[in-house]
């Protein structure tokens, strides 16, 4: 019956020992062997990081020749220009400059209500347009 069963499972009968709870066997060189594993993977992750900052210095050299062409600015000059010149036109006010307001606050809501009460007003029939606008 043992023969059947090993004929039957083939070779992994070694594995079943080691599925069941048995001891792994060891190999002398695995704590070498996993540290020059390591040790690849290291390199391989600084070689691919050293590649795009090659390739992401590229693509910058070409957008500022592109810039240049254009006479385009970046992001940050440009943000950094507009907030002088905010800075600039509010050192002598006591007030705040309008464009600090936040969007939504002041009339715009009430002409936006009032657009819809006009948008509902057209659909409705004649007499009850006139019944409304009294």
Known sequence: MDFVMKQALGGATKDMGKMLGGEE???????????????ALRQQEEERKAKHAR?????????????????????????AEEKAALEQACEGSLTRPKKAIPAGC??????????????????????LQDMFKK
């Open 55 to 79: 390739m992401e210095a590229e693509r910058e050299k070409v957008r500022q020749q592109i810039r240049d062409k254009y006479g385009l600015k970046k992001k940050e000059e440009k943000e």
């Open 25 to 39: 066997e060891k190999d002398p060189d695995a704590q070498k062997k996993e540290e020059e594993r390591q040790e």
């Open 106 to 127: 002041g009339d715009e809501e009430e002409e936006e209500e009032e657009s819809i009460l006009d948008t509902v007003l057209k659909y409705l029939p004649g007499p």
